[in-house]
């Protein structure tokens, strides 16, 4: 399935074997996205930053 990035409105694509708590990331601005799974839906919350600093 396909859920759209709140950012950017971008389709990210999740995997239908996808469990929930899994990181998916949002191929044109790079948020990571948690699952989260519903009873007949899945959806997407915006991942608590693991690291904000990429040392870039
Ligand atoms: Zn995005």
Same mark, same amino acid.
């Given at each position: 399935? $396909? #859920?759209?990035?709140? /950012?950017?409105? #971008?389709?990210?694509?999740? !995997?239908?074997? #996808?469990?929930? *708590?899994?990181?998916?990331?949002? !191929?044109?601005? *790079?948020?990571? $996205? /948690?699952?989260?799974? *519903?009873?007949?839906?899945? &959806?997407?919350?915006? #991942?608590? &930053?693991?690291? /904000?600093?990429? *040392? /870039?």
């Amino acid at each position: 399935m $396909y #859920a759209k990035c709140s /950012e950017c409105e #971008a389709q990210i694509n999740v !995997p239908d074997d #996808a469990v929930s *708590g899994e990181i998916v990331t949002c !191929p044109d601005c *790079g948020l990571n $996205y /948690e699952v989260v799974k *519903g009873e007949n839906e899945v &959806s997407l919350r915006l #991942a608590e &930053s693991m690291s /904000e600093d990429w *040392g /870039e």
